[in-house]
C-alpha cells in the first residue's frame, strides 16, 4: 500500500512513520536530559566539595583550637561530617523541591499557552537521583572531614 500512494506524482502521509520517528527523536532527548541530570549533579557535589574545602581551610584555626581544648579528632571528624551532609541533604530536598514546583509552573503555563497537558510526576527514576545524590555526597563528605582529622593541632594554631 504505501508503494502505491509514494510516487514521483503523489505523496501519502503514514502517520507511524512520522510517529515513529517523532518517538525515536524523544526517545534520544531523554536520554541526553538523564545524562545532563547526572553530569549537573556531579558538577554541583564538585562545587559544594571545593567550597566547603575552602571554608574549612579558612576555619583550621577553630578545629585546631577544638582540638587543643580537648575535642577528640573523631569529635571534630563528626563534626565536620555532619556539617558537610545536612548541607547536602537539604539542598538535595530543597532541589526536588523546588524542581517540582517549577515543573508544575511550567506545565500550566504551557498549558494555558498552547493548549495542551504535560503532566508532571514524580517516579522512582527521580527518588533514585535524589537518594544517589545524597547517598554519594555522604560518601564525600569523609574527605573535608579527612582532611582536618589528619591535620596536627600545633600547625592549625600556628597558622591562619
Do not use: C, H, K
Not at 537539604?90 to 495542551?116: D, P, R, T, V, Y
Not at 517516579?123 to 573535608?144: F, K, M, R, S
Amino acid at each position: 500500500m504505501r508503494a502505491q500512494f509514494r510516487t514521483p506524482r503523489s505523496v501519502a502521509v503514514f502517520p507511524a512513520e512520522v510517529l515513529n520517528d517523532l518517538y525515536l527523536t524523544l526517545g534520544n532527548v531523554r536520554d541526553l536530559m538523564s545524562v545532563l541530570a547526572i553530569t549537573t549533579q556531579v558538577l554541583v557535589v564538585s562545587a559544594v566539595l571545593m567550597a566547603l574545602l575552602v571554608g574549612f581551610l579558612a576555619r583550621r584555626r577553630q578545629f585546631a583550637v577544638l582540638r587543643a581544648i580537648g575535642a577528640s579528632r573523631l569529635y571534630v571528624f563528626s563534626v565536620i561530617w555532619i556539617e558537610v551532609v545536612l548541607l547536602i541533604t537539604a539542598g538535595a530536598a530543597l532541589g526536588f523541591i523546588l524542581g517540582w514546583l517549577g515543573s508544575n509552573l511550567l506545565a500550566q503555563w504551557m498549558q494555558s499557552q498552547f493548549g495542551f497537558a504535560m503532566p508532571v510526576r514524580l517516579g522512582a527514576a527521580e527518588g533514585v537521583l535524589v537518594a544517589g545524590l545524597v547517598v554519594t555526597g555522604t560518601i564525600v563528605a569523609t574527605l573535608p572531614a579527612w582532611l582536618v582529622f589528619r591535620r596536627p593541632i600545633a600547625e592549625g594554631l600556628v597558622s591562619g
